[in-house]
């Protein structure tokens, strides 16, 4: 089975619990948190990687690290997936939640990628924007490319709407080498 599938599957299986727990919400924050603290610590992702470590100490591990920060919901989901060796793909279980979560809640993920931080009247007409195409309600994510020249890169439903300078100029560098110029001489 790929990873995709059982991210999703064990996603579908937290999601049903939180429901039958009325605490949808509460494990979509913490899953949040799980996300974040797997994808930023390299050494956590090695540490649950490793076959050789038993599985009781990677549970004191993800006790240690979640148990005051996460409900009992979100803590018990966490030491099933470690009993059953899914430590690899918690990372992936949160993302795979919150992306279901998002969508029974009718909440479109956008990301906004400018060379500066945005202000709050451009961050509110870009969610706007994107509200009234997609017709459900924004979660912005902003971030910075101190690499880009200027303008923006706006992805969101799997669609990308890229405004950067650099790619206008590429266009134009495109459009100057076909040369559809010919001589009349």
Known sequence: MNSYRINT????????????????????????????VTAENHELAVVFANP???????????????SERVSDTTMAFLVFLVRKNRTVNMHGVSEAYLDIWRNAKGIVLSNLVTHQPVDESARALVKKMVQEYTGRNVE??????????????????????????RTKIRKLRQEFAKNDYESKL
């Open 9 to 36: 599957n064990y996603a579908k299986a937290l999601l049903m619990l939180a429901t039958d727990r009325q605490d949808v919400d509460r494990v979509a924050d913490d899953m949040r948190m799980v996300s974040k």
């Open 52 to 66: 050789v470590l038993p599985s009781d100490k990677k549970a004191a591990i993800v006790r240690d690290l979640f």
């Open 140 to 165: 912005l994510h902003e971030g910075t490319d101190t690499q880009m020249l200027g303008g923006f890169k706006l992805e969101f439903d799997h669609k990308m709407y890229d405004a950067r300078l």
